[in-house]
């Protein structure tokens, strides 16, 4: 890792990572203040998981969920405005537009394509070759032990993909375009290459479709968990919380300009699969992106894997063998 060892706190020439949970500022203000910014994400969990384990089945259906997420974004970035974690990640105009594009690139043709190929046809298609008779215990669990699985398993292949992506070259060509974001905001997750986007996306949640219920109160712990990964706003987050879930502190660092402390925090909502596995750092960073913050342009993220990977090709043939380019890792 670059930079020297200041007690806890890595101090390098252009990235500054800041290691351990006593070295980060708390919020500033008063016991209102003080109290909203510790109970805000507690609180919103434990309000969506009583919403969809209360609501009426008129209701509990996936369109609720979306409109409820859209407006939950909506309060986030309100957020984002009250009391921002660092002025330098501010939103402008030009990141707005930009991170809008991916969000409605989401919502339009990759759901299209998702429809097609994606994690819940390959479900459907597996789930012809079981028994699914032998699975009926499930549904006798207590509704909240069920939606834990469901998200914790989804959160684990996630996990795995997320950590191949920084590992096996050809995954991370198509991940790497995620890292030359310069600072976090609430629609943040959505940006990247379409290719990326598809493929961490896939996961087992078509195995439980016959579970809506359930179903719907796992999506609470992504909602209200996951959604804190990219977003500006100072918490003075609970350390139980920090030590279950993932936080954007922990995700600020896996953007970080350091090579090392990005690879890191991988998980998407629980960060004790991270610590399970040794690849959990407890810390912060302000200064992200790769190739010391360089901002990349949609056009440039749409074609990035593939110019990189006929870059690649070629220097293999000239060399008659495999070396990973310097371009194919984080800077530094």
Same mark, same amino acid.
């Not at 056009?299 to 990973?324: C, I, N, S």
């Given at each position: 890792m670059n930079g020297i060892r200041v007690g806890k706190r890595i101090i390098g020439a252009e990235?500054?990572?800041?290691?351990?949970?006593?070295?980060?500022?708390?919020?500033?203000?008063?016991?209102?203040?003080?109290?909203?910014?510790?109970?805000?994400?507690?609180?919103m969990l434990l309000a969506l998981l009583a919403f969809w384990y209360y609501a009426p089945n008129s209701i509990a259906k996936a369109s609720t969920a979306i409109g409820i997420g859209i407006g939950f974004k909506v309060l986030l970035l309100g957020l984002e405005w009250v009391n921002p974690r660092y002025r330098s990640w501010q939103l402008t105009w030009k990141e707005l537009t930009t991170d809008l594009f991916y969000v409605g690139l989401g919502y339009t043709i990759l759901r299209i394509v998702d429809s097609y190929i994606g994690s819940d046809v390959m479900a459907k298609g597996i789930q012809h070759a079981f028994h699914w008779d032998k699975f009926t215990w499930f549904v006798g669990l207590p509704l909240l032990v069920q939606a834990f699985?469901? *998200? @914790?398993?989804?959160?684990?292949?996630? +996990?795995?993909?997320?950590?191949?992506?920084? =590992?096996?070259?050809?995954? %991370?060509?198509?991940?790497?375009?995620?890292?030359?974001?310069?600072?976090?905001?609430?629609?943040?997750?959505?940006?990247?290459?379409?290719?990326?986007?598809?493929l961490i996306g896939l996961g087992v949640g078509g195995f439980f479709d016959f579970l809506p219920r359930a179903f719907l109160?796992?999506? *609470? @712990?992504?909602?209200?968990?996951?959604? +804190?990964?990219?977003?500006?706003?100072?918490? =003075?987050?609970?350390?139980? %919380?920090r030590f279950v879930f993932n936080t954007t502190e922990h995700h600020s660092l896996h953007h970080s300009r350091d090579y090392e402390a990005s690879r890191s925090n991988y998980s998407g909502t629980?960060?004790?699969?991270?610590?399970?596995f040794g690849t959990c750092v407890d810390g912060e960073a302000e200064l992200l992106g790769m190739e010391g913050g360089r901002r990349m342009s949609i056009v440039e993220q749409m074609h990035y894997p593939f110019t990189e990977a006929w870059k690649t090709l070629k220097a293999k043939l000239g060399r008659g063998r495999f070396d990973t380019p310097e371009s194919a890792v984080p800077a530094e």
């Amino acid at each position: 890792m670059n930079g020297i060892r200041v007690g806890k706190r890595i101090i390098g020439a252009e990235s500054p990572v800041t290691i351990g949970w006593e070295n980060i500022p708390r919020v500033e203000g008063g016991p209102a203040k003080q109290f909203i910014f510790t109970w805000f994400q507690p609180a919103m969990l434990l309000a969506l998981l009583a919403f969809w384990y209360y609501a009426p089945n008129s209701i509990a259906k996936a369109s609720t969920a979306i409109g409820i997420g859209i407006g939950f974004k909506v309060l986030l970035l309100g957020l984002e405005w009250v009391n921002p974690r660092y002025r330098s990640w501010q939103l402008t105009w030009k990141e707005l537009t930009t991170d809008l594009f991916y969000v409605g690139l989401g919502y339009t043709i990759l759901r299209i394509v998702d429809s097609y190929i994606g994690s819940d046809v390959m479900a459907k298609g597996i789930q012809h070759a079981f028994h699914w008779d032998k699975f009926t215990w499930f549904v006798g669990l207590p509704l909240l032990v069920q939606a834990f699985l469901i *998200s @914790f398993l989804f959160d684990f292949g996630q +996990y795995w993909m997320h950590r191949g992506m920084h =590992n096996w070259y050809p995954l %991370w060509l198509t991940h790497a375009p995620h890292h030359y974001i310069t600072q976090l905001n609430i629609n943040k997750g959505a940006v990247g290459n379409p290719v990326e986007l598809f493929l961490i996306g896939l996961g087992v949640g078509g195995f439980f479709d016959f579970l809506p219920r359930a179903f719907l109160l796992a999506g *609470s @712990f992504g909602m209200a968990v996951s959604t +804190y990964q990219h977003i500006n706003v100072r918490f =003075n987050t609970p350390a139980w %919380w920090r030590f279950v879930f993932n936080t954007t502190e922990h995700h600020s660092l896996h953007h970080s300009r350091d090579y090392e402390a990005s690879r890191s925090n991988y998980s998407g909502t629980w960060i004790f699969i991270d610590r399970m596995f040794g690849t959990c750092v407890d810390g912060e960073a302000e200064l992200l992106g790769m190739e010391g913050g360089r901002r990349m342009s949609i056009v440039e993220q749409m074609h990035y894997p593939f110019t990189e990977a006929w870059k690649t090709l070629k220097a293999k043939l000239g060399r008659g063998r495999f070396d990973t380019p310097e371009s194919a890792v984080p800077a530094e």
